[in-house]
């Protein structure tokens, strides 16, 4: 008799669509752009707007500093999350402030941040690859590799300055040759994929 495994329903996440993860992230915005508060889409949501849908069940907004709304927990690396209600869901909104030694990484990634057509901020392209580089997640690496196999999508010495800019060119020397294996290795699944 084959085995059956039972569900765990209080650890099953949803994963929330584009447009629900879209009106929370606006939701948010609209409070911090009250408060004078540089805020920007990053993470899954930010995934999905540059064309890499795949499962996310929050909101990843990079900021420069706390939002004024009810908490509901920090987060070990800098930030609160926080509960957005969209229609009848509740989403929740992870709000990075980073307080560590990636903080001026953040910063610099939240000051270059680009305009999208819903007056959302979204972090670019080229800071994306850095941060899920950085994060070194499973799906983290999944993001990176698909974005680095995007024709036009990434601009690899963009990359190189925007970390000289952040960190300095000793440091983003660092950074930079760690990040090319990963430029290699989509490259190289690319090629695989083209030459079938």
Known sequence: MPR???????SV???????VGIEAAKATAKVAD????????AGGIAMHIYGF???TTDVDMLAQQ???????????????????????RTVT????????ELRKIYEVALAGALETDSDLKIISTEWLVVMKHLAARAKDKLDLIWLLQQDGLVDRKLI??????????????F??????????????LLHRETSK
Request: proline residues 2%; charged residues 30%; aromatic residues 8%.
């Open 34 to 41: 009250k408060n004078g508060i540089a805020i920007a889409l």
């Open 4 to 10: 059956k495994v039972k569900i765990n329903s209080s």
């Open 160 to 173: 190189e300055r925007n970390l000289i800019k952040a960190v300095g060119k000793r440091s983003a020397f």
């Open 93 to 100: 909104v992870d709000v990075i402030v980073r307080n560590d």
């Open 53 to 55: 849908t795949r499962a």
């Open 175 to 188: 950074i930079f040759k760690e990040l090319q294996s990963e430029f290699d290795y989509a490259d190289f």
């Open 66 to 88: 706390i939002l004024p709304l009810e908490s509901h927990g920090e987060l070990n690396f800098g930030g609160e999350s926080y509960r957005v209600e969209v229609g009848r």
């Open 13 to 19: 996440k949803a994963s929330i669509p584009t447009e």
